[in-house]
């Protein structure tokens, strides 16, 4: 069982950065692809970001292409999210999500409880 917890969320300007990070624990950190997603109100939950377990390989959604990156390290049991450019349509809560394959299809196995991101105009 993964456990995962989000941080770094909050209140930034338009244009702003924030960066997230999602810690794991309770399972072999590298033996899982990561992935970040999010939910504004209102909406379905939306791709963001996924890396592959060596962090070689990332893909990302076409709303945060060139404005996110995704990045872990897994000697710390980290994925972290740098958010650059911020709009307010970025505004959600950010979702940090962990499974045993890299692909672009299937479901996700664990998920954190999120963390709430708010971009002022």
């Known amino acids: 069982q993964v456990q995962l917890v989000e941080s770094g969320g909050g209140l930034v300007q338009a244009g702003g950065s924030l960066r997230l990070s999602c810690a794991a624990s309770?399972?072999?950190?590298?033996?899982?692809?990561m992935g970040w997603f999010r939910q504004a109100p209102g909406k379905e939950r939306e791709f963001v970001a996924t890396?592959?377990?060596?962090?070689?390989?990332?893909r990302y959604g076409d709303s945060v292409k060139g404005r996110f990156t995704i990045s872990r390290d897994n000697a710390k049991n980290t994925v972290a999210l740098q958010m650059n450019s911020l709009k307010p349509e970025d505004t959600a809560v950010y979702y940090c999500?962990?499974?045993?394959?890299?692909?672009?299809?299937?479901?996700?196995?664990?998920w954190g409880q999120g963390t709430q991101v708010t971009v002022s105009s």
């Open positions: 309770g399972g072999t950190f590298s033996r899982y692809a």
């Open positions: 890396i592959s377990f060596s962090g070689f390989s990332t």
């Open positions: 999500a962990a499974r045993p394959t890299y692909s672009s299809t299937g479901p996700w196995d664990y």
